[in-house]
């Protein structure tokens, strides 16, 4: 009687000697290249039938490997779903189920660590900053050039928290230039097809009635410009190579204008394609499959065994073109409209012929006959419903492992910022997303409210104060209740200088949501700005207690106390400030000054060359220090300090 190990072990070998024959014999160790165009449908390309656009670089992919038809993401939001394709686990597992307040654990494989356990130079070049390396998928990755600066917060610096495609392409290949001469792995990561749809010439013009597909017409040049580099340098035969969307985009179908508020297949559906080494021929997979197999099918493409705790399966009998072969039901989930607005979360099931969606008004769908999901039949068809919300509960068991790994962390006042400009809602208004909760609206019933707060967020982020201020009063008249309508108005007035209404905004967000660490920094800040001092001290070492990272909270708690003229409490917290943040300028300043009005020059002088040593730059902090100096007796230094003062700022 064999043992199931050896089963296994047979099954693995055979998958892998199947890829060596039907693709044809590939080199030693495999590279790796993995592709991921964000906001991208499987139905704007032309391999996928779509005759509005011009892809021929993605299509030549595609008639050189195995396309899958029916291809779908597990979340419709950039960070988990990209968590998905790297770690091969749900988010049941990894808990990252949206972006906000969650970071990868550094105990989760990841594709890269594992490639680079195996020898792998490893290298990512990211397209916008949800993917920034402190939610962690930068695990395992030799080089990951992020770089996004979280620190300007101007609305003018908006279009820095994403990069073109053809700077990423630039980036990535200047990498794989020196990395080639080893086995490597490259993630590409393309963000041009997400809204707003700016597409740069020709394409702009050549799209001009169709924006979005210009910017994956954008993205199709960027793909072609990898895949030539590849083949010139001798690389494509001896490389596997997956190109994927990470979500969809509703483009107005179901009330919603992008991604992330419903898991309907304009936004689940997704691009896969697949080519492995060696001589390869066309393949067309009609298997629905998920991107939770992507890490696993890697790895068995370039003979790595996959371990726990990826949950995924590898696609090689897909490509082996047995049909059935992964026949299963697949997971899918968006937790956006509870967590940041504490609306019911959406659960749903699909197999190849029907849809479910748990939500309080389930939804089912026959995908055969309605593939557009516009007719619930979930009166007519019980039964189906019935087992399909069994195998839903079945998967949510299956892929659940009691905690989540995801290290909790706090909203970062400049990340959640930068997020919001990116059309992401960085609010803090919901739930656990382990506990699943239908006495909550149902988000069909608050699409209409979700796009109206959408669009008060970039008018907000755009500057347009007064037109936010209307959109979110509109939305109040159906969620009087609202904690992030309420936060965001409370923000708006902040910004027009209306402190007092700023306060009486932000109370209604903290009395509903007392340890909402962002919003308890934002009423403390909107107290000093009303001049209500003694009640800023007292809310903004509130939010130190809530978040010990704040550093700002920390500097501003020190102007308060300066403002009531209390030096050591000051001190004090401009200490905890550049403890927080070693490298915060402002914070070094204010200490150094706050030491110098104590009379206690050393310690103030060490403190203003700190900030000297950090912003060479800054005729403030020069000027401070030579005080300073000139208070110790060190004329000469001092005048010196002054002298760097009144240079002019270098453009």
Same mark, same amino acid.
């Given at each position: ?8 072990? /047979? ?29 991208? %449908? ?88 949800? /993917? ?22 101007? +609305? ?5 928290? !994403? ?45 001009? @009635? ?14 072609? %410009?990898?895949?030539?580099? =590849? ?17 969809? !985009? ?99 099931? !699909? ?28 009166? +007519? ?40 400009? =990116? ?27 979700? +796009? ?7 008018? @907000? ?47 209604? #967000? ?74 915060? #300028? ?6 150094? +000054? ?42 000469? !230094? ?5 002298? %760097? ?7």
């Amino acid at each position: 009687m064999m043992s199931s190990q050896a089963i296994v072990f /047979l099954l693995t070998s055979s998958l892998i000697s199947w890829a060596s024959t039907a693709f044809g014999a590939p080199l030693h160790s495999p590279n790796v290249v993995v592709i991921t165009i964000d906001t991208l %449908r499987a139905d704007h390309l032309g391999c996928y039938g779509y005759r509005q656009i011009r892809t021929p670089n993605i299509d030549a992919l595609a008639a050189d490997g195995a396309r899958f038809e029916r291809a779908y993401t597990v979340v419709p939001v950039t960070l988990p779903s990209h968590t998905v394709i790297f770690t091969g686990t749900y988010p049941m597992l990894s808990g990252m189920h949206d972006f906000s307040a969650n970071k990868l654990s550094p105990q989760q494989p990841t594709l890269a660590s594992v490639l680079k356990q195996n020898g792998y130079a490893t290298g990512a070049v990211i397209g916008a900053a949800v /993917l920034d390396s402190r939610f962690g998928l930068n695990q395992g990755f030799d080089f990951y050039y992020d770089h996004f600066d979280f620190s300007r917060l101007e +609305e003018s610096n908006l279009d820095e928290m !994403e990069r073109p495609g053809n700077v990423v392409a630039d980036l990535a290949l200047d990498w794989l230039g020196k990395n080639s001469q080893k086995k490597f792995l490259l993630w590409m990561h393309l963000y041009d097809p997400h809204f707003p749809y700016r597409p740069p010439e020709p394409y702009s013009r050549e799209y001009a @009635s169709h924006p979005y597909d210009g910017e994956i017409a954008f993205a199709d040049e960027q793909v072609g %410009r990898l895949l030539r580099f =590849l083949k010139e340098r001798g690389l494509y035969q001896n490389t596997v190579i997956v190109l994927s969307g990470d979500h969809g !985009e509703s483009l107005g179908e179901h009330g919603e204008k992008t991604h992330g508020f419903f898991i309907y297949n304009a936004t689940m559906h997704v691009p896969l394609i697949i080519r492995l080494p060696g001589k390869s021929v066309p393949l067309s997979v009609h298997d629905p499959v998920s991107l939770v197999d992507l890490m696993p099918t890697i790895l068995a493409a370039v003979g790595i065994e996959a371990h726990a705790p990826v949950q995924g399966r590898s696609l090689l009998p897909s490509l082996h073109g047995t049909p059935g072969a992964l026949e299963r039901p697949l997971y899918g989930e968006t937790f956006l409209p509870r967590l940041h607005f504490n609306w019911s979360e959406l659960r749903g099931a !699909e197999n190849a012929k029907f849809h479910f969606i748990d939500a309080p008004r389930p939804e089912l769908y026959d995908l055969t006959k309605d593939p557009g999901e516009v007719h619930n039949l979930i009166s +007519e068809k019980k039964a189906v419903a019935e087992e399909m919300r069994a195998q839903l509960t079945g998967l949510i068991r299956q892929y659940s492992a009691g905690n989540e790994m995801a290290e909790k962390t706090r909203l970062d006042p400049a990340l959640m910022e930068r997020l919001k400009s =990116l059309g992401y809602a960085g609010f803090s208004g919901g739930g656990d997303p382990g506990v699943s909760n239908h006495n909550l609206s149902d988000p069909k019933d608050r699409i209409a409210t979700y +796009e109206l707060i959408s669009d008060a967020t970039a008018d @907000s982020q755009h500057g347009r104060y007064p037109e936010s201020i209307e959109k979110l009063k509109a939305a109040l008249k159906t969620e009087p209740q609202s904690v992030p309508v309420h936060y965001l108005m409370g923000l708006n007035y902040y910004r027009v200088k209306m402190f007092p209404e700023s306060v009486d905004e932000l109370q209604k #967000v903290v009395l509903a949501s007392p340890d909402y660490a962002l919003a308890v920094f934002n009423l403390g800040m909107a107290q000093a700005h009303a001049g209500r001092i003694d009640a800023a001290i007292g809310t903004l070492q509130r939010t130190l207690q809530l978040d010990g990272t704040n550093f700002e909270a920390a500097f501003n708690l020190g102007v308060a106390y300066l403002q009531q003229k209390q030096l050591e409490p000051a001190a004090q917290a401009f200490r905890q400030s550049v403890a927080i943040n070693p490298d915060f #300028v402002r914070g070094h300043r204010a200490l150094g +000054e706050t030491l110098m009005y104590q009379n206690k020059l050393d310690q103030a002088i060490s403190e203003l060359r700190r900030a000297v040593a950090l912003a060479p730059q800054e005729s403030g902090v020069h000027a401070s220090l030579a005080k300073a100096l000139a208070a110790k007796g060190l004329t000469a !230094e001092a005048d010196e300090e002054t002298q %760097r003062a009144q240079q002019p700022v270098p453009k």
